[in-house]
């Protein structure tokens, strides 16, 4: 039995019911939800879906300051996320648990949130700590029930960070694939600008979301015949602890490898 967990941050003291929720869920994801009773707890409830539970539990203070001065600094592309989430008085935490991979659990938890935020008209942001993220409910909401359940929403479990390196190189990482049962990537010797390493760490995190982790140690990745950068299984050199794949941009090329 795994668990995936996110949070909504809400505007005031408010109260999500069952009896709110369910209704949103049947209407957003009508194969999800069991039928049966609507329980008429508040404050803290679960319902039941198809594969596994739902849990919701009201916390009567914000999410504390020291998680999210991180994910609203690196915000780039949410310049206001610091003013709103400074001003938010009160969060939902949001489980789901179920036998399903990390994939699977992250969509049904994905589709879960975007419920509570139609439900929960104080809903202002998620904080998607996994990843890092800070993103605004209704951006969220759009894109969860714009992709899901046919493709996964990758920008909203992955946090990307890309910025100046040292000797005039990039450097960048992400946040959130490791959760996903994948490795994250990272890289200190991008010869490009960050805005494209940005772009490249998006779409290589998209392609092992889609595909799986399927890029060995070894392999090379590029956008053509003649790009050619070293992937290296390798242990991180920006702190996490844990395995990433490494895109290093000097290393001597092996035959080509391309992730289209």
């Known amino acids: ?18 009896a709110a929720l369910l209704p949103a869920l049947q209407r ?8 049966g009773d609507t329980p008429e707890e508040a404050g803290v409830f679960s319902l039941d879906l198809v594969d596994g539970t739902a849990f919701i539990s009201h916390m009567e203070a ?9 994910p609203c600094a690196t915000s780039l592309l949410w310049p206001e996320a610091e003013a709103v989430l400074r001003a938010h008085r009160m969060h939902l935490v949001v489980v789901f648990s179920g036998e399903l991979a990390e994939l ?7 589709q879960v949130i975007a419920s509570v935020i139609a439900a929960c008209p104080a809903a202002t942001a998620v904080y998607w700590g996994e990843a890092r993220l800070v993103l605004p409910a209704a951006l969220f909401r759009e894109t969860a029930v714009e992709c899901l359940p046919q493709d996964p929403p990758v920008r909203l479990w992955v946090g990307i960070m890309a910025g100046h390196g040292e000797k005039g190189r990039a450097a960048g990482y992400t946040h959130g694939l490791d959760a996903l049962g994948l490795m994250d ?15 490249r760490l998006g779409s ?26 070293r992937v290296v299984h390798a242990p991180s050199r920006f702190g996490s602890g844990k395995p990433v794949l490494r ?3 000097d290393a ?9």
Do not use: Q
């Open 1 to 18: 039995m795994g668990l995936s967990m996110a949070m909504v941050t809400l505007a005031d003291l408010t109260t999500l019911t069952p």
């Open 28 to 35: 957003d994801w009508p194969d999800l939800v069991l039928p």
């Open 62 to 70: 914000p999410i504390p300051w020291s998680d999210l001065e991180g």
């Open 104 to 110: 699977e659990r992250a969509s049904r938890l994905t």
């Open 185 to 199: 990537i990272e890289t200190d010797s991008a010869s490009e600008s960050p805005a494209d390493l940005y772009d």
């Open 204 to 229: 290589i995190a998209g392609y092992l979301v889609e595909k799986g982790l399927v890029i060995n140690d070894g392999d090379t990745v590029g956008e053509s015949a003649e790009e050619k950068i």
């Open 247 to 249: 895109l290093d941009y």
């Open 252 to 260: 001597p090329k092996k035959p080509f490898w391309k992730f289209w």
